[in-house]
């Protein structure tokens, strides 16, 4: 049995709501994090500065891929105003947070902080690694950066994977407590692309 919902068809082994590319940046994404991290914290400076340039290529394609990707990987699709935002927020409290195939609202405000905090981990990377090292795509800059900025810019890269780590954390919380709230798994639809389609669910905008 088939049911229309916008453009998807929701079929009963599952609805695909995660693209190829959406799981591929999500698990290349977290891999990539923990070797840069592992990688600056052992010094070994080749691999983070290549693995570095990895992530940045990755980051441009999901901003991308954000616009003219398929439907639930689309910005505007998962763009939740704050009164709905606060609205599921507490109805996860509550224990009955209404569901969504793509992300949800507090997921989705997941999503944007944690591509704006990549965004900063990487530029001031790059200007690290342009003022300091006189190395990367950004060394013009690096004559025109006084000591203490470059200095500024090493510390703020060195702090900002920190609350990225949170950020993870957070983020893994959050997969189990919407797991166990909506009775699906989210790790595993993120695998297959696929959600469950016999759940109440907010279609995509």
Same mark, same amino acid.
């Given at each position: 049995?088939?049911?229309?919902?916008?453009?998807?068809?929701?079929?009963?082994?599952?609805?695909? =709501?995660?693209?190829?590319?959406?799981?591929?940046?999500?698990?290349?994404?977290?891999?990539?994090?923990?070797?840069?991290?592992?990688?600056?914290?052992?010094?070994?400076? $080749?691999?983070?500065?290549?693995?570095?340039?990895?992530?940045?290529?990755?980051?441009?394609?999901?901003?991308?891929?954000?616009?003219?990707?398929?439907?639930?990987?689309?910005?505007?699709?998962?763009?939740?105003?704050?009164?709905?935002?606060?609205?599921? =927020?507490?109805?996860?409290?509550?224990?009955?947070?209404?569901?969504?195939?793509?992300?949800? #609202?507090?997921?989705? &405000?997941?999503?944007? $902080?944690? &591509?704006?905090?990549?965004?900063?981990?990487?530029?001031?990377?790059?200007?690290?690694?342009?003022?300091?090292?006189?190395?990367?795509?950004?060394?013009?800059?690096?004559?025109?950066?006084?000591?203490?900025?470059?200095?500024?810019?090493?510390?703020?890269?060195?702090?900002?994977?920190?609350?990225?780590?949170?950020? =993870?954390?957070?983020?893994?919380?959050?997969?189990?407590?919407?797991?166990?709230?909506?009775?699906?798994?989210?790790?595993?639809?993120?695998?297959?692309?696929?959600?469950?389609?016999?759940? #109440?669910?907010?279609? $995509?905008?």
């Amino acid at each position: 049995m088939q049911q229309e919902n916008g453009n998807i068809k929701h079929e009963t082994h599952g609805v695909m =709501v995660w693209d190829r590319f959406i799981r591929a940046f999500h698990w290349t994404l977290a891999a990539g994090f923990v070797t840069a991290f592992v990688s600056g914290e052992l010094g070994a400076d $080749t691999l983070h500065v290549w693995t570095g340039y990895l992530l940045c290529v990755l980051l441009a394609l999901r901003l991308y891929w954000g616009f003219r990707g398929s439907e639930y990987a689309r910005f505007k699709s998962f763009f939740f105003s704050p009164g709905e935002t606060l609205a599921y =927020v507490r109805g996860m409290l509550a224990g009955q947070p209404q569901h969504y195939f793509g992300h949800n #609202p507090a997921g989705a &405000l997941m999503v944007f $902080t944690m &591509l704006g905090l990549l965004i900063l981990i990487f530029l001031s990377g790059l200007l690290t690694l342009a003022a300091i090292d006189y190395e990367g795509p950004l060394l013009f800059l690096a004559n025109r950066v006084s000591d203490a900025a470059s200095y500024a810019f090493r510390d703020l890269h060195q702090f900002l994977p920190i609350l990225g780590l949170i950020l =993870v954390l957070l983020h893994l919380i959050g997969v189990v407590a919407g797991s166990i709230q909506h009775k699906e798994n989210l790790v595993r639809a993120m695998l297959t692309g696929k959600k469950k389609p016999n759940t #109440p669910s907010i279609p $995509t905008k």
